[in-house]
């Protein structure tokens, strides 16, 4: 048995591919492919804490659950003995092969050798997506030395470790991608791998961007409302950003798509000079290290790297925009608490697509506990009444 091992890197597209595989496992193991995962979009990022590493979650239940994948993986191989056998995590990407290797042995002593794959992306968007994912579980912006990172290193000892088959890196850019997806770009990979033109994976797309104002909407309410808890995802902030990311669905993004200041890119390209340069030798096809000076070639200045704010990153988000949207959360509107919504409902017309909105900012209120404002809400925009016992089972 072989093993397909994606290693990320993070930030580039890895929980869409996880999705992906999950959703097909049930054919991909008729075509001789075992893909076992507990989770639809998160892989096996747990099998970190069995390799000395940690996730920003609870590590003792994170154990748990990757002895518990592991145990279900062995049921796989034994019940149907699969040519190959992938493993998706992108914490791989910064452990050494040797350790990797151990972890595959201990899952099938019978591992032949490895596929590896991984994927690469300019480290100024990297940062600000990184940046997304941060505000999600703090509001503290990291600085631009945290967006220094070697990522060339992977693919060079894993060209020279034993197991390895054959090692593949390919660009995170929708220009480089196959059809301009991560998802069908994995897919053509693994059936080049496994020489079978009969796999398939369906188009994904998990953990889509937010705008310019909802990610200073989001900065904000983590420091005001949940500043004693850094670094920690909680069920308050993450209904927000399902709320936005519903919205950012049916509407299309809601507010300003967000993009780097010139000087902050620059700085970032910058101090990635060196790391860069291993890619530009390692892997000279890839536009990433055809354009390694483009933005340093402006000859920025080079400024202060710590950054506070959003609007630190990005410029001042839309005024009215940023107005809009914050009138329909209840943290910063207390008059939802109160059953009061006209303030909401002006921020929905506000915004544009009110009717669009309407629905989904229903669904937000109510799991907030604002079942008044959401009537209120629904009523304006002559929605249909939500089934009671429905209702029971979102909050749930």
């Given amino acids: 048995m072989q093993v397909i091992l994606h290693i990320g890197d993070a930030k580039c597209g890895s929980s869409s591919i996880q999705a992906a595989l999950y959703d097909a496992s049930k054919e991909l193991i008729k075509r001789g492919v075992a893909y076992s995962a507990l989770r639809r979009a998160t892989g096996h990022f747990s099998h970190i804490t069995l390799l000395g590493g940690s996730t920003r979650g609870d590590d003792g239940r994170q154990r748990i659950l990757a002895e518990r994948c592991i145990a279900r993986m062995k049921g796989v191989i034994e019940a149907r003995r699969p040519r190959y056998l992938i493993l998706s995590a992108e914490n791989f990407f910064a452990v050494r092969p040797d350790a990797l290797a151990a972890h595959l042995k201990s899952i099938s002593p019978d591992i032949e050798g490895v596929h590896l794959i991984g994927y690469l992306r300019d480290p100024a968007d990297r940062y600000l997506s990184s940046v997304q994912q941060i505000l999600k579980a703090d509001h503290v912006i990291p600085s631009a030395s945290a967006a220094v990172r070697a990522i060339a290193w992977p693919f060079e000892e894993w060209g020279r470790h034993p197991l390895a088959l054959s090692v593949s890196a390919r660009e995170f850019d929708g220009r480089a991608l196959i059809a301009g997806s991560v998802v069908a770009d994995f897919a053509e990979y693994l059936r080049s791998v496994?020489?079978?033109?009969?796999?398939?994976?369906?188009?994904?797309?998990?953990?889509a961007s937010i705008?310019?104002?909802?990610?200073a909407i989001l900065q904000r309410f983590r420091a005001e409302a949940l500043g004693?808890?850094?670094?920690?995802?909680?069920?308050?902030?993450?209904?927000?950003?399902?709320?936005?990311?519903e919205a950012n669905?049916?509407?299309g993004v809601v507010g300003s798509r967000a993009?780097?200041?010139?000087?902050v890119r620059a700085d970032i390209m910058r101090l990635n000079r060196s790391s860069l340069g291993a890619v530009r030798a390692k892997f000279p096809w890839m536009r990433l290290a055809r354009q390694v000076d483009e933005t340093v070639e402006k000859r920025f200045e080079p400024m202060p790297t710590a950054y506070h704010s959003i609007a630190d990153l990005c410029g001042e988000p839309d005024a009215e925009m940023l107005s809009a949207l914050t009138a329909l959360i209840p943290f910063f509107n207390e008059d939802l608490r109160k059953g009061e919504a006209e303030r909401a409902i002006d921020g929905l017309q506000r915004l544009g697509r009110p009717i669009r909105l309407a629905g989904c900012y229903v669904r937000f209120l109510e799991h907030e506990g604002c079942d008044a404002a959401a009537d209120q809400v629904a009523a304006r925009f002559a929605l249909r009444p939500?089934?009671?016992?429905?209702?029971?089972d979102r909050k749930g």
């Fill in 386 to 392: 939500i089934a009671a016992e429905e209702t029971s």
């Fill in 228 to 245: 004693w808890l850094p670094g920690r995802f909680h069920a308050d902030s993450n209904r927000l950003i399902a709320f936005f990311e």
């Fill in 211 to 215: 705008s310019l104002e909802q990610m």
């Fill in 259 to 263: 993009r780097l200041k010139d000087q």
């Fill in 194 to 207: 496994c020489g079978d033109r009969r796999i398939r994976l369906e188009e994904v797309e998990v953990n």
């Fill in 249 to 251: 669905a049916t509407c």
